[in-house]
Nanobody
Framework: EVQLVESGGGLVQPGGSLRLSCAASGDTLSSLYVIWSRQAPGKEREGVAH???????VYAESVKGRFTISRDNAKNTVYLQMNNLKPEDTAMYYC???????????????WGQGTQVTVSS
C-alpha cells in the first residue's frame, strides 16, 4: 500500500512562487507514474502535470512554462514548482500515483489528501 502526503501549499500573491511536495511511503515513487491534479470549487478536477518513470514530463497548457514537476528518488518525493502564480491557479492540489499510465490519467490508485493553494492579493 502506498501512502502519499502533500505539503507546501499556502497563500501567495499573484506572481509569486510555491513548491509543493508529494512524499511517498510504502513503495518507491521511482516505480510509479505520478500526476499532480487540482480542483477549484465548482470546477472539475484538472490534471496539471505528470511525470513518467523515465523522468519525462507532460504539462497542461494552462501551466506550461510556469510549473515544473520533478522527482527526487533519494527522498522518495515528487515536487511541483509553481512560478508566476495567477489567481486562476487557486485550487486544492493533489498528487496521485499508479503503476499504470492508463490508470493514472483516469483513475489513479493512490491519492494524497491534498494541499490548498490560494493566489490572491
Amino acid at each position: 500500500e502506498v501512502q502519499l502526503v502533500e505539503s507546501g501549499g499556502g497563500l501567495v500573491q499573484p506572481g509569486g512562487s510555491l513548491r509543493l511536495s508529494c512524499a511517498a511511503s510504502g513503495d518507491t515513487l521511482s516505480s510509479l507514474y505520478v500526476i499532480w491534479s487540482r480542483q477549484a470549487p465548482g470546477k472539475e478536477r484538472e490534471g496539471v502535470a505528470h511525470i513518467y518513470l523515465g523522468g519525462g514530463t507532460v504539462y497542461a497548457e494552462s501551466v506550461k512554462g510556469r510549473f515544473t514537476i520533478s522527482r527526487d528518488n533519494a527522498k522518495n518525493t515528487v515536487y511541483l514548482q509553481m512560478n508566476n502564480l495567477k489567481p486562476e491557479d487557486t485550487a486544492m492540489y493533489y498528487c496521485a500515483a499508479d503503476q499504470s499510465l492508463n490508470r493514472l490519467a483516469s483513475s489513479p490508485t493512490y491519492w494524497g489528501q491534498g494541499t490548498q493553494v490560494t493566489v490572491s492579493s
